[in-house]
């Protein structure tokens, strides 16, 4: 199989994610009317850029982690191709319902499953267990500091609180950079290594992928924004902020530890626990989407590796 469908298709996985996880960064301030959704958007895009560039400087743990999760041999294109497509599918049809899905538990779910197609002695333990861990921690931590931020912000003003939401949607988006654009930018390296076990990422990686993300955000972002901030749960100016602020300190604990994880789980677990009445029909459709997730990812990547062997 040729290099340039899987790059095709890589870039479609960081398109989507424009559609089904960027947004939830910048959810709050939009739902609240603090920004309109097309300032918003230019606001994540640029804070996107920034937080990969940064962390992939800094630490790139999150990055590497994703490069060692399997050892696809000479099997990795069509492995990735078919793990990339299992994950471009999901977010398609969770977009389409309006559902916030993580495109980093999408990949990793691919991942895992089209290494399943090969053989289990593909996968590698360590990277699996950092992934489960990153998962369970990034939901606690956005429900306690959620709660933690909401009892502790006075009442008032709330005009002040209406402009830390910017702040927040700034920091969470950067974070989301840190965290989605390594992990993309690490399966890159995954494709360009094609088995030599050398981590690379071209210089400019990180500016197009940034700029997918925004693109994706523009246009489809909208849908996202108003099932979370708008229908799953309603949040004045200060609980919206202790949400950004909870969902920020979450994603940014796990980012410097190394742990890939959700935007989308952070942030809706950080809302939850900043204290707003959820809709329970809604939250129920999110949680099933989120179970759903990885065992329909990775059965879909499965089915494909065994199909793209073929070809």
Avoid at 119 to 147: C, I, K
Avoid at 151 to 168: N, T, V
């Amino acid at each position: 199989m040729p290099v340039w469908p899987v790059l095709l298709l890589l870039a479609a996985v960081v398109f989507v994610n424009g559609w089904t996880d960027a947004p939830n960064a910048i959810a709050t301030p939009v739902a609240s009317g603090v920004l309109s959704f097309p300032a918003a958007a230019a606001l994540a895009a640029g804070c996107n850029l920034l937080g990969v560039v940064t962390t992939l400087r800094l630490n790139d743990a999150v990055a590497r982690t994703l490069f060692a999760i399997a050892d696809f041999g000479p099997f990795a294109l069509p492995a990735l191709a078919a793990a990339l497509t299992g994950a471009v599918v999901w977010a398609v049809l969770a977009w389409r319902f309006g559902i916030p899905t993580s495109e980093s538990h999408a990949l990793v779910a691919g991942l895992v499953g089209a290494a399943l197609g090969l053989g289990l002695e593909t996968l590698r333990l360590e990277p699996l267990l950092r992934v489960a861990f990153g998962l369970v921690l990034s939901l606690a931590l956005g429900v306690l500091f959620g709660r933690i931020f909401s009892a502790l912000l006075p009442k008032k003003p709330e005009k002040l609180y209406a402009a830390g939401q910017i702040l927040g949607a700034a920091l969470t988006a950067f974070l989301h950079g840190a965290q989605d654009g390594q992990k993309f930018l690490g399966v890159l390296a995954l494709m360009l290594a094609l088995g030599s076990k050398t981590f690379t990422v071209p210089p400019l990686s990180p500016l197009f992928c940034a700029l997918l993300m925004a693109l994706g955000t523009l246009l489809g972002g909208r849908r996202i924004i108003d099932t979370v901030g708008r229908k799953m749960v309603r949040l004045d100016f200060r609980r919206g902020f202790a949400a950004d602020l909870g969902s920020a300190v979450s994603l940014g604990i796990c980012t410097f530890a190394g742990l890939p994880v959700s935007t989308t789980h952070a942030k809706g677990a950080a809302m939850l626990g900043a204290g707003g009445s959820p809709d329970g029909k809604v939250a129920g459709a999110l949680g099933a989407a989120w179970l759903l997730t990885f065992p329909g990812c990775g059965f879909l990547a499965f089915l494909l590796v065994k199909w793209f062997i073929l070809l």
